[in-house]
């Protein structure tokens, strides 16, 4: 039954209940149904220093300053630069770009980069997915006269550096709104910045015979960032995304049509497709290749120019997968010898450092731990870069920056899920004790709770593309709002094998006659794998993971992604 008491159809009740799953309230549904901005954007008034931040940027614009943004290497850096020089383009004013190469100068804004921009003519820069912990940067600019905007989303220290502004939603100064969208990427904060601008500009009657540009058409760029980043897909952040992929589908972004169609997709991208596929490519640039390609690639108007750079990050990323193999293969050989840790720390000499967070994801993964990956530097140097990614309750940002308060790094920061580090190289050993103290306990709760949790159990013949498509309407799904969970049983395996490198493929049936395709990714040397491999012609069996579409025949059929699997009896 609906709220209202009226009958409801089969597929709306099962939406509603993944809804109601997720933590959402009865009387939300309808908001959380079919996510919009008009019912999760809230007043970018609410955050600490949006409205100088906006006033200072429609300043700029409007005296016709040398305007400069400094982003990061990554996509949310990419997307987030993309969305403030296209929004300044869409007002009538040109601004200029600058991002770091990840080598040479590493992550966060330079002091030199700041104060040469500076010198060549900026009087504002606004970093974008970065600043909120370059102190000794962001003074050098304002001793010499620059102003800076800071927009980030990293987690912050009680002192906050000097800046024109700095807008994040985790100052720890922040208030209760605006504290309570800390799971905003980058890209996000500058969309909201981009709101405000345009509201000052209004008032201020910039808009007065000319026309307010089209801030909708940016959330293509907000829907790559925020999912490639990791960022939770809940309240604000699900709602820019499934608008963001509304606008991604119609192609309007001549760079990102070029990066859809070099990633082989034909048809609109879903949100796994931001996060597997496009998402990787503009990260091969800044990780392998040439840091300002993912950001020229989504600023071009000139079709040629976009095909030419999309194909250049594809060919970036196959390199990009080719080093990642050889880095994980060294790591995951030290993963025996911290077998009792709660935190990995993982170490070698040439190890690419475009690569080392990958790697930690993927390290990740198979131990159910956080990892860091620290590429040790042969230049005799001493300092080493770090990459890490963490699970769901511990906060890796926040021990990262206690370590560097604490002494044990020369720089580090993140968010929960993320963070990076530099560290000298004989201070390796000492920040794996110092995580195994302070996170142990947090390790082991997380780990003590983890657990399958199921949306819908079903017979074989229930796993249809009706039923998948169905279950999309409650998406678009990724971190913090999780797809739904199936099992499907009993089952036992008419055929498996092994495909690609080591994903586990299977060709299944039930009792009541039904057939289904079904793949374990990265699984044939897991426990799991080689049940299914070897055991799973013999005896019936449960498989649980997400129910998919496989539209490589004449005629879509479901399959699931296999997650785990129980003997049904």
């Known amino acids: 039954m ?48 949006m409205d100088a931040a906006a006033e200072r940027l429609a300043q700029a614009i409007l005296i016709g300053e040398t305007i400069t943004v400094y982003g990061d ?16 383009e869409m007002l009538g004013h040109k601004a200029g770009y600058y991002i770091p190469d990840r080598l040479l100068e590493g992550y966060g804004p330079s002091g030199e980069a700041l104060v040469r921009l500076g010198r060549e003519g900026s009087s504002l820069v606004v970093t974008v997915d970065c600043g909120a912990m370059a102190h000794e940067a962001l003074t050098m600019a304002r001793d010499a006269g620059v102003d800076v905007v800071v927009v980030d989303h990293h987690k912050c220290s009680p002192e906050l550096p000097p800046a024109a502004a700095l807008v994040n939603p985790n100052r720890l100064d922040e208030g209760e ?20 601008t345009v509201r000052t500009l209004r008032l201020r009657g910039f808009f007065e015979g000319r026309k307010e540009p089209d801030l909708f058409a940016l959330l293509d760029l907000v829907a790559l960032g925020t999912v490639a980043d990791v960022a939770a897909l809940k309240g604000l952040n699900r709602a820019m995304v499934a608008q963001g992929l509304k606008v991604m589908a119609r192609r309007e972004n001549i760079g990102m049509a070029a990066l859809i169609d070099v990633s082989r997709l034909s048809r609109a991208p879903s949100c796994s497709d931001l996060g597997f596929a496009l998402g990787p490519r503009i990260n091969a640039g800044g990780r392998v290749g040439e840091s300002t390609l993912g950001v020229r690639l989504l ?46 720390v993982l170490a070698g000499r040439g190890w690419h450092p475009g690569i080392i ?79 195994d103290e302070r996170l142990g306990r947090d390790v082991a709760a997380a780990s003590a709770s983890k657990a399958l949790l199921l949306d819908l159990a079903l017979a074989p013949r229930g796993l249809t593309p009706d039923l998948v498509e169905t279950l999309e309407q409650a ?42 395709k079904a793949i ?19 005896r019936w069996l449960w498989l649980a993971g997400r129910a998919k579409i496989d539209d490589w025949g004449s005629v879509p059929s479901a399959e699931l992604h296999i997650e785990d699997a129980a003997w049904a009896r």
């Open 2 to 49: 609906a709220l209202d008491g009226s009958p409801l159809g089969l597929e709306n009740d099962l939406v509603a209940q993944l809804l109601l799953a997720r933590g959402i309230a009865p009387d939300d549904l309808d908001a959380h149904r079919t996510p919009s901005l008009r019912n999760f954007l809230p007043d970018p008034s609410e955050f600490r220093d």
């Open 73 to 88: 290497y990554d996509v949310d850096g990419a997307t987030s630069a993309a969305l403030l020089l296209r929004l300044i």
């Open 177 to 196: 709104i605006a504290a309570g969208h800390g799971h905003l990427a980058a890209v996000g904060v500058a969309f909201l910045l981009a709101v405000a």
């Open 299 to 344: 600023t071009t108007h000139d079709p040629d120019e976009a095909r030419a750079i999309a194909q250049q990050l594809s060919q970036l990323n196959e390199e990009r997968r080719a080093i990642e193999a050889e880095v994980q293969e060294s790591a995951e050989a030290q993963i025996a010898g911290q077998h009792n840790r709660a935190v990995m």
């Open 357 to 435: 967070g990958i790697v930690a994801g993927r390290i990740k993964e198979k131990t159910g731990k956080p990892a860091i990956v620290i590429a040790l530097d042969d230049g005799g140097s001493g300092m080493a870069k770090g990459s890490g990614r963490s699970i769901a309750g511990v906060d890796l940002g926040a021990a990262i920056i206690a370590a560097r308060e604490h002494g044990l790094l020369v720089a580090g920061g993140g968010h929960a899920m993320a963070a990076g580090l530099t560290i000298e190289h004989a201070r390796v050993d000492a920040l794996g004790e110092w995580l």
């Open 475 to 516: 998406g678009p799904y990724g971190m913090g709002w999780p797809g739904p969970r199936v099992a499907v049983g009993p089952v036992r395996a008419l055929k498996a094998d092994i495909v690609g490198k080591d994903h586990v493929r299977l060709i299944v049936a039930g009792a009541d006659g039904a057939r289904f």
């Open 520 to 538: 374990a990714f990265r699984a044939a040397e897991s426990d799991m794998g080689q049940t299914l491999l070897h055991g799973a012609r013999d």
